[in-house]
């Protein structure tokens, strides 16, 4: 092909055209590039990937160490910011009475009780000893908390059953804490059956105790402190002490009751004191214990711990332990699990 100038200009055929895209490298042959120029090319090459993988290492090497820095300052600022959290003044009575409940509940809730719960309050009771078996967590376990023998009603627990947690599923309060939003009730769930049953069961139960009581006020073997007789004459005690209580004062002889405790704050006016303080012979006299008397009183306190001990279920007791007054008279620290067992006079509701 000829231009009007004169001049010819070679044209490929179609067959031997670059493919579009592809760098045409022109008429010049690639043996006229020396070989110190190909060294020199795959030289910088290899300089380039080297350039752009230690840029890459020193990325990764610097954000590994922004990812330890912050885990480590993590790990030292999480204590303080749980504290600053816990001493704030809006969350305050919420850690106390989730704390006051968590200590009510490991101490005084027997330990074959089933707890439900919400799933937060089960994670702190798991956190304090409480294994996970006995916990049932309303709303992932469990729908509601029919079959569990306590329910920790927290806000989230009210919020979910509103009115059929007391008319329902748990109709008294063993302990209350708090207040407001953050009050905790832990109530009973009845294991026999409606609110309604349990409620007159624990009627029934009163009336027992406090003819058991007026009756252990006649016993010869028995002296009571004045607050004790108060409430043994009103029915306060629990059943489990005044059914054990005549049994040990024919085993033993003469018994003295120091005090009765174990009352909850904020429990419903029916629920019994759980614990009784128990002496050997009647009121003390003054002055000083002897030797050969402390040894008298502390083989008989033994005794006792004996015979509870071979108690079975419901009439053995949850602790038993042995102390000192500050006249140096040995007495016996007696506590009897949560929830009471109504049906001990009962029978049957």
């Not at 009007?4 to 760098?23: I, K, L, N, Y």
């Not at 006020?217 to 409430?231: D, F, G, I, R, Y």
């Amino acid at each position: 092909m000829s231009i009007e100038t004169g001049r010819s200009v070679p044209v490929m055929p179609p067959r031997d055209r670059p493919a579009s895209g592809r760098f045409f490298e022109g008429p010049w042959s690639v043996d006229s590039v020396s070989d110190a120029d190909l060294a020199q090319a795959r030289e910088y090459a290899r300089h380039a990937r080297s350039m752009s993988a230690r840029r890459r290492r020193q990325r990764a090497f610097v954000l590994a160490l922004l990812g330890c820095v912050v885990a480590a300052a993590t790990v030292i600022a999480a204590p303080t910011a749980v504290r600053l959290l816990a001493d704030h003044p809006s969350l305050r009575p919420v850690v106390l009475a989730r704390r006051a409940a968590i200590a009510w509940i490991t101490r005084w809730v027997s330990s074959s009780a089933f707890i439900s719960c919400d799933p937060l309050m089960c994670s702190d009771l798991h956190a304090h000893g409480i294994p996970g078996g006995r916990l049932v967590r309303i709303g992932v376990d469990a729908p509601d908390p029919v079959g569990s023998d306590v329910v920790v009603a927290t806000q989230a627990i009210r919020s979910l059953f509103r009115s059929r947690l007391a008319s329902v599923y748990a109709p008294v309060v063993l302990a209350s804490f708090g207040t407001g939003n953050a009050k905790i009730d832990v109530r009973v769930v009845p294991a026999t059956g409606s609110a309604d049953r349990y409620l007159r069961a624990l009627r029934r139960d009163q009336l027992a105790r406090k003819a058991a009581g007026e009756a252990l006020l006649h016993n010869a073997n028995l002296t009571e402190s004045p607050a004790a007789a108060k409430q043994l004459a009103a029915g306060q005690v629990d059943s489990r002490i005044l059914i054990t209580l005549p049994e040990l004062a024919a085993r033993i002889g003469s018994l003295r009751i120091l005090a009765f405790g174990g009352a909850a704050p904020g429990a419903s006016p029916a629920m019994p004191l759980l614990s009784i303080a128990l002496a050997i012979g009647g009121p003390a006299g003054r002055g000083a214990v002897t030797a050969a008397r402390s040894g008298v009183q502390r083989r008989a306190l033994a005794k006792i711990i004996a015979l509870l001990n071979t108690q079975i279920q419901p009439l053995r007791p949850a602790r038993c332990r042995k102390l000192t007054s500050p006249s140096g008279r040995a007495y016996l620290r007696i506590d009897y699990a949560a929830p009471t067992d109504v049906m001990v006079f009962n029978g049957s509701a």
